[in-house]
């Protein structure tokens, strides 16, 4: 069965930082663009950060462009999204998605699996 779960969100105060991890299951991932998206509440859904398959190389949105980091550990199946200087306005569900390449980076069409998603709160 094909399977993405999402963990490691949680209540973080300001500067804060989390480490989201995304595993799948019944698929290997490094062979998919790999894919962090969040939905803010009463907003769209939007690209954070993904690494291709082919070469692993990174994009970032700009909003969390030197703070997010993405990574993959193919041993384990799994890939981070490293999360520094939390700011309030980074308050969402995380998602994770994966995408037979070719796939636009940061984009959500051309992504097969998708997680359920956990809840990044950053608050005082």
């Known amino acids: 069965q094909v399977q993405l779960v999402e963990s490691g969100g949680g209540l973080v105060q300001p500067g804060g930082s989390l480490r989201l991890s995304c595993t799948a299951s019944?698929?290997?991932?490094?062979?998919?663009?790999i894919g962090w998206f969040r939905q803010a509440p009463g907003k769209e859904r939007e690209g954070v950060s993904c690494?291709?398959?082919?070469?692993?190389?990174?994009y970032y949105a700009d909003s969390v462009k030197g703070r997010f980091t993405i990574s993959r550990d193919s041993a384990k199946n799994t890939v981070y999204l490293q999360m520094n200087s939390l700011k309030p306005e980074d308050t969402a569900v995380y998602y994770c998605?994966?995408?037979?390449?070719?796939?636009?980076?940061?984009?959500?069409?051309?992504?097969?699996?998708w997680g359920k998603g956990t809840l990044v709160t950053v608050s005082s």
């Open positions: 998605a994966a995408g037979v390449p070719p796939v636009v980076p940061l984009s959500q069409s051309g992504m097969d699996y």
């Open positions: 019944g698929f290997t991932l490094k062979y998919y663009t």
């Open positions: 690494i291709r398959s082919i070469d692993a190389n990174t």
